[in-house]
């Protein structure tokens, strides 16, 4: 059996998905969907530091309605999931605080009022009491439990990759998949800020590897980057799959029936992204700037995306250039609904980030048959499949000539367009799925044969 982990979506603070969160939300849903039983979706226990099956309100809260009829759980009822709790505290009595958060939510089934806090609350007075009897003598430490589902691989979820429990959880299963998006943080620091799990993310992703970890990445690109890193650091690996990323969007609007262009009451050029200093926001601003100046009437910029880090420059920028409110705009987050609108009206696309693991919403302009221009970096060019105009991230006056190219020649737009019409497929959810599913069962088979 092998499973998907849920826990980095378990712990999302809510708001739009975007990025790593969407495609982690796809592996859940597509893994509570399929029929197999030997596919399961899991989240790691804090107390024990092994991956259970979820509780039933974790699985409501991230399946929607479409899961396997055989996959659904029933809560047992507060007796029941008070008992369990009490059970895992002796077991594990030396656990964290998180790990009382969990069980509370357990016990209550999914409560985040009174009830919840009461319980979380004594809970914790009553690990207080274990941990105070193992350190007077007065009990012995308590045999660890069997998990609940006994796995061969688990894709791990970007939260324990680059956390805490990365290095305990490598022993609870016969092999760890993870996905790779990138290796920014490591091979470009100075696009990323420098807290803790970034600092991390480095070291945590060679001990895996070392550990014999397969990865799946979303990309060549991000393949390469990672094969050139570990080559570097004399480390080899064990596995690597690469899988097509899904046109979640696309087939999202494609059941609601709205994939087709609609007219814009204004022209509008469209930058769907995290505002942060590695998206190259302050060019396009110097961009629309420059227009200005020179009386250039371009299309208004929409940036689509919640503010990120280390934007002091942008930010000073925008304020030292008030009159560019008029000519740029910055939505902050959006529902899946309103980026569909965007995607259907816009007039073209932009994405001139310095590096990406992929660059979705340059694929996803793509799908809904809106040309774009992206930067040279690899993974765009790949996301783009090569048919979209691609100039380097440092060169303001080549995206100045394209912009404008785009924005007033007709017959260039129409070209790009029907080559998008032409070449280009919007990936299935099925087919990722499929290749996804195909890479841990042979992750499986060939820790099988190792074993043998």
């Not at 995607?343 to 980030?353: C, D, E, K, L, N």
Request: charged share 20%; aromatic share 8%.
């Amino acid at each position: 059996m092998f499973a998907i982990d849920a826990t980095g979506l378990l712990s999302w603070g809510g708001g739009a998905l975007a990025g790593i969160q969407r495609i982690e939300d796809f592996l859940i849903k597509a893994a509570f969907a399929d029929p197999d039983p030997n596919i399961e979706v899991v989240a790691l226990d804090l107390s024990s530091q092994r991956f259970r099956r979820l509780y039933p309100f974790e699985q409501k809260q991230l399946s929607a309605d479409h899961i396997a009829p055989f996959r659904v759980r029933r809560w047992a009822g507060s007796a029941t999931a008070l008992r369990q709790a009490f059970k895992a505290i002796r077991n594990f009595p030396m656990a964290k605080r998180e790990a009382d958060r969990q069980l509370a939510s357990m016990a209550t089934d999914g409560e985040t009022g009174l009830r919840s806090i009461a319980a979380r609350l004594l809970f914790r007075a009553y690990r207080l009491y274990r941990r105070a009897r193992l350190q007077f003598g007065w009990s012995k430490p308590a045999a660890p439990p069997l998990t609940d589902v006994e796995l061969s691989t688990v894709l791990i979820s970007h939260q324990i990759l680059v956390g805490d429990n990365r290095a305990p959880v490598s022993n609870t299963t016969n092999k760890i998949a993870f996905l790779c998006h990138d290796l920014i943080p490591t091979i470009r620091p100075d696009l990323v800020s420098q807290g803790k799990l970034e600092r991390a993310f480095g070291p945590n992703l060679e001990s895996l590897v070392r550990s014999g970890a397969t990865a799946f990445c979303t990309s060549r690109a991000a393949g390469e980057m990672l094969t050139s890193h570990m080559g570097q650091a004399g480390i080899s690996l064990a596995g690597l799959h690469r899988f097509p990323m899904p046109s979640l969007l696309h087939e999202a609007a494609s059941r609601r029936n709205m994939t087709s262009r609609l007219e814009a009451g204004e022209p509008f050029v469209l930058y769907c992204s995290t505002i942060e200093v590695r998206k190259n926001h302050i060019m396009l601003a110097r961009i629309w700037r420059q227009a200005l100046d020179e009386g250039v009437k371009l299309p208004k910029l929409v940036c689509v995306g919640r503010w990120g880090w280390m934007i002091e420059e942008l930010k000073t920028y925008l304020k030292s250039h008030p009159e560019l409110a008029q000519s740029i705009v910055f939505t902050g987050p959006i529902s899946d609904d309103d980026l569909i609108g965007y995607y259907r009206t816009a007039s073209f696309g932009v994405f001139p980030s310095h590096i990406e693991g992929w660059g979705y919403a340059a694929s996803e302009c793509l799908d809904f048959g809106v040309p774009v221009i992206v930067s040279t970096t690899p993974s765009l060019i790949e996301a783009t499949g090569g048919l979209m105009p691609a100039i380097d991230s440092t060169d303001q006056a080549g995206w100045y000539a394209a912009i404008r190219r785009m924005a007033e020649d007709k017959a260039w737009h129409a070209s790009l367009t029907d080559s998008i019409a032409r070449q280009h497929q919007p990936t299935s959810v099925a087919a990722s799925w499929a290749a996804i599913k195909a890479g841990l069962q042979a992750t499986a088979a060939s820790m099988a044969l190792q074993r043998k």
